[in-house]
C-alpha cells in the first residue's frame, strides 16, 4: 500500500494501513462471527473492541423490539448459521433469551499466547453459558 500525502520532511511521517471503515468492517464480521461460533481468535487489542460490540449486540437482542433489531441488524452481516437460521435471528432467538437474566458480562476473554509471526498477543472471546 502506497503512502499518501507526504510532502517534504515537514509531512507525515507514518500512515495508518487501516482506515476507520476497514477497521469496522473487520469488527462488524468478527462479532458476526462470534454470534455464530460463539467464539472467536483475535489480538488482544481487537478483542476489546470486539467485547464492547458485542455486548451491545446482546444488549439489543434483551430487549427484543423492532428498533433493537434494526439497530442491530446495521452492524450483524446477513451471515448463515445453518441452512434456514441467520446470525441476527440466532442472536434475538437463542442469544438474547438466555442473557435476559444477565446484566452484562456476556463475553469472556481467555489469553492464549503469543502469535508466531509477529508476536502479538492473541486471545480467545467466548459467550459465556
Do not use: W
Not at 26 to 40: G, K
Not at 82 to 104: H, I, M, V, W
Amino acid at each position: 500500500m502506497a503512502r499518501k500525502k507526504i510532502r517534504g520532511k515537514a509531512g507525515v511521517k507514518f500512515k495508518s494501513p487501516y482506515t476507520s471503515e476497514k477497521r469496522d468492517a473487520q469488527l462488524r464480521t468478527l462479532v458476526t462471527h462470534l454470534i455464530i461460533n460463539e467464539e472467536v481468535k483475535v489480538t488482544e487489542t481487537t478483542a476489546k473492541s470486539v467485547v464492547s460490540l458485542a455486548s451491545k449486540m446482546i444488549t439489543f437482542a434483551k430487549k427484543g423490539d423492532l428498533h433493537s433489531r434494526r439497530l442491530a441488524a446495521a452492524v450483524v452481516r446477513p451471515m448463515l448459521v445453518d441452512e434456514k437460521e441467520t446470525a441476527l435471528q440466532k442472536l434475538f432467538d437463542e442469544l438474547g433469551p438466555r442473557y435476559a437474566s444477565r446484566n452484562g458480562g456476556y463475553v469472556k476473554v481467555l489469553k492464549l499466547g503469543n502469535r508466531r509471526g509477529d508476536n502479538a498477543p492473541i486471545v480467545v472471546c467466548q459467550l459465556v453459558k
